[in-house]
């Protein structure tokens, strides 16, 4: 493929991700009468289940720093981070008055209160709260989220009008499988040579993945892939660094791009979570909701908004990541306010610091406007990487 190719790819998840009218899934919903679409919050929606009941899976991220909050404002108070603000500014904006139900993710209270609000503010619309277990032993917790499976899937029947069998079920974990599988082959290319993934590129690649079927997205990645193997793009003395604590909020576009304009490869992190979030394949034999339930238990990534039961092994999957990768330093980038990311990151640093792993910290909004700061402290730090370790 050629440089125009990868360009034209970029172009459209660009127009993607700026359309804050949703056009994409509103004209798959307009495309065939009795078309549901259901959005779903950051971080885990078990896809899957949306997918079976020939629904559309929709992620609302916000409005980033293209939506003006008027109304949202006056629903929360400003001491708390700003995805549900712009959340509901979308909502009440008129931007998702298409869309046929919400799942609100179990993350934090204030997404907790968002669902609660959610129903309240849009009664004829079906809301629900996501919750995910916190014991993680099988006949505990796996029994509890086989459950919550389970009500969210008769929760779907009844919106669309038709029971989903079990053979529904697998063909979407089918689907998932393989897109997953898409989206590690471009991390993983990216951790090989982040040169020719750019982490702005990538990110748009994978954003795309929230607005798209799942099929459509995965011939996507695919296209991407093929593209950014066959370009050839200059290797820089950048230095290679994870930037962690953005699996909510999501950072503005001009701040991923500042990063790398500062001399950092981002080699990892842990935006679009969704999209990745179980880890190898969930298991096509047997019970499809189990088979989820024991991924999410056992196979699924770490992160601040997920229990980890195991203390001894907090923060290990994030010196694991830097070995995997080769990194040579970490970014913690939480949203202002985000309790379960400024609250991990002493812990995190600590781990860091015992493993030798140089790191900074800073803090966003989904709206920030000035990067300055943001691209010198970067530079500042892979600056004095690449002089330490050159010593």
């Known amino acids: 493929m050629t ?34 679409v259901i959005g779903y919050l950051p ?26 909050v008027i109304h ?13 603000r712009s959340t509901i500014e979308l909502g009440v904006s008129g931007r998702l008055d298409f869309v046929d139900g919400m799942l609100f993710p179990s993350i934090c209270d204030v997404i907790r209160n968002l669902s609660g609000m959610w129903k309240v503010m849009f009664p004829g619309v079906y809301s629900k ?37 079990e053979d529904d079920l697998r063909r979407s974990i089918e689907a998932y499988n393989r897109n997953r599988q898409l989206v590690r082959q471009l991390y993983a290319l990216r951790a090989q040579k982040p040169w020719q993934v ?47 604590g953005m699996f909510c909020e999501q950072p503005p576009l001009n701040m991923i791009k500042s990063l790398e304009l500062s001399g950092c490869y981002v080699v990892d992190d842990d935006l679009m979570l969704v999209t990745r979030w ?24 770490c992160t601040a908004a997920k229990y980890e039961p195991n203390q001894e092994e907090k923060g290990q999957y994030l010196v694991r990541a830097v070995r995997s990768t080769g990194a040579e330093g970490v970014i913690f980038a939480s949203p202002s306010f985000c ?3 400024l609250l991990d990151r002493p812990m995190l640093q600590n781990i860091l610091k015992a493993a030798g792993i140089p790191y900074i910290a800073f803090k966003y909004a989904e709206n920030s406007g000035q990067m300055q700061p943001i691209r010198e402290q970067a530079g500042t730090f892979a600056d004095s990487i690449k002089l330490w370790s050159a010593a």
């Open 198 to 244: 750019p982490a702005a590129e990538a990110y748009l690649v994978i954003r795309a993945g929230l607005v798209l079927p799942v099929e459509e997205h995965s011939a996507l990645v695919e296209q991407y892939l093929a593209a950014a193997e066959a370009e050839s793009r200059p290797i820089r003395d950048n230095c290679r660094v994870i930037v962690t």
């Open 278 to 301: 179980l880890i190898g394949d969930v298991p096509l034999d047997g019970d499809p909701l189990h088979n989820l339930s024991a991924a999410f238990l056992h196979h699924s990534e």
């Open 72 to 84: 949202g404002d006056a629903y929360y108070q400003s001491y708390i981070c700003r995805i549900p």
């Open 339 to 341: 309790d379960p990311a």
């Open 129 to 165: 709260y996501f919750d995910v277990p916190q014991t993680y032993e099988d006949e505990v917790g796996g029994t509890f989220y086989e459950n919550e499976l389970g009500e969210l899937l008769h929760d779907l029947e009844e919106l669309a009008g038709r029971k989903v069998g």
């Open 3 to 36: 440089t125009q190719t990868t360009t034209s790819i970029i172009d459209r998840c660009q127009a993607l991700y700026e359309d804050l009218e949703f056009t994409a899934a509103r004209d798959w919903k307009d495309a065939k009468p009795g078309r549901k």
């Open 43 to 68: 971080v885990y929606i078990p896809r899957e289940i949306i997918h079976a009941a020939g629904m559309l899976p929709l992620g609302i991220l916000g409005g980033g720093d293209q939506l003006e």
